[in-house]
């Protein structure tokens, strides 16, 4: 039997739906977009004989062409799922569906704490580990569930750091914060340090490559049985916007990410510990990331947690006119509060104590007040 794949194009839900998910009524009509070449002839006269459901070819609304083979199916959730129960293969469209409308959790924050001389906005701050391990005290006073520690700015143009230099930096920051109870998510793209991080007390693996820079790293996941973040970026720190190009970059993000968590899950990572983030501003221009943001509830049908990280980028200069990364907090809490409204449930961010007040108003935004 063969499965139809959810999109990796498109899960295009009606205007409607792109307000907070858990609004959306049980009945809503859905649209979405997906590759119909492995759909089955009984199924696809299931389809076009139903008098609620619309099958149709894609046709694109300007943000960039999608591929021959896709079609979209128009209908009310429903009978999609009562068609589903006959004919098994929709049912990976299903579960895209029931991911995308589930309520998200609750958003968290995780307080960046970067160990290193040129982070593009809090470089050269916390090198001495001493400075690094008050910051990470305040990161956690002022409500961060998670303080991701890095030791090698991954900003535009930066280059790598050698494995010693990195360990130098983060384990004794790593160490001494998670000995004061603090939940420590290491950011790394090599194994040997992840696994120093975590023989440190780190309880969590953020890889802005999503296990693409060092082969070890996922197996190492998979042995020590921790959550990780698997970050899309269009390529290496050092060239990656470099003239970044997508047809449709939400489409291929999601593409992309769900080829990486199979990686992950085929590696041995339990798929529950998996977070995803579709990595704004590595590899991709001011309308790349803001169709992103726009888009996100599309990418909460890859099942996973999303987190996502848009602290003082460039992209908010480039909108508010704030030049200096210090200066783009205001635009900081407003992409937070469109983060938490389109089902984001960590908010990667330098400060802390004032994304907490954006937080909370975004989610009783998006959830109603408690
Ligand atoms: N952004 C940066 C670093 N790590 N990890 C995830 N999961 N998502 C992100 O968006 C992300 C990340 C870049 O920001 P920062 O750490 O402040 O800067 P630098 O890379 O210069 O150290």
């Given at each position: 039997m063969t499965r139809v794949a959810p999109s990796p194009h498109a899960l295009r839900l009606q205007?409607?739906?792109?307000?907070?998910?858990?609004?959306?009524?049980?009945d809503a009509r859905l649209t979405v977009a997906f590759?119909?070449?492995?759909?089955e002839p009984a199924t696809r006269a299931a389809l076009d004989a139903h008098p609620d459901l619309a099958l149709a070819p894609f046709v694109p609304r300007g943000e960039g062409e999608l591929p021959a083979g896709e079609l979209v199916l128009e209908g009310p959730a429903e009978a999609v799922e009562a068609l589903a129960r006959e004919h098994p293969t929709l049912a990976a469209l299903v579960e895209a569906w029931e991911a995308a409308l589930s309520p998200p959790g609750p958003p968290r924050l995780m307080g960046v704490l970067n160990v290193t001389p040129?982070?593009?906005?809090?470089?050269?701050?916390?090198?001495?580990p001493d400075a690094a391990v008050e910051q990470g005290r305040r990161l956690r006073a002022e409500g961060a569930t998670w303080v991701d520690v890095g030791g090698e700015s991954t900003r535009p143009g930066a280059g790598t750091v050698p494995t010693e230099e990195e360990l130098a930096r983060v384990i004794p920051v790593v160490d001494a914060l998670a000995a004061e109870g603090v939940d420590v998510s290491i950011d790394t793209r090599k194994a040997p340090v992840a696994r120093a991080a975590l023989d440190a007390g780190a309880r969590m693996v953020n890889d802005v490559s999503a296990g693409t820079h060092d082969e070890d790293l996922l197996p190492l996941v998979a042995e020590r049985g921790c959550p990780l973040v698997l970050m899309h970026a269009g390529?290496?720190?050092?060239?990656?916007?470099?003239?970044p190009r997508y047809r449709d970059v939400v489409a291929e993000v999601a593409s992309s990410l769900r080829e990486r968590a199979a990686a992950a899950v085929a590696a041995g990572?339990?798929?529950?510990r998996l977070v995803l983030d579709?990595?704004?501003?590595?590899?991709?221009r001011l309308e790349h990331n803001l169709s992103l943001l726009r888009r996100l509830p599309e990418l909460r049908s890859l099942g996973a947690p999303l987190l996502v990280g848009v602290s003082r980028k460039s992209f908010i200069g480039r909108l508010s006119?704030?030049?200096?990364?210090?200066?783009r907090v205001g635009g900081t809490a407003a992409a937070v509060t469109a983060c938490v409204l389109g089902g984001a449930e960590i908010l990667r961010v330098h400060d802390v104590g004032v994304m907490a007040e954006a937080v909370s108003v975004a989610r009783a935004l998006r959830d109603g007040a408690r």
């Open positions: 205007p409607r739906a792109l307000l907070p998910p858990i609004a959306l009524p049980r590759d119909a070449t492995g759909l040129d982070s593009f906005s809090d470089g050269g701050r916390f090198l001495d390529g290496e720190p050092a060239t990656m916007q470099h003239d990572v339990d798929p529950a579709p990595g704004i501003g590595f590899g991709k006119g704030a030049e200096r990364p210090q200066d």
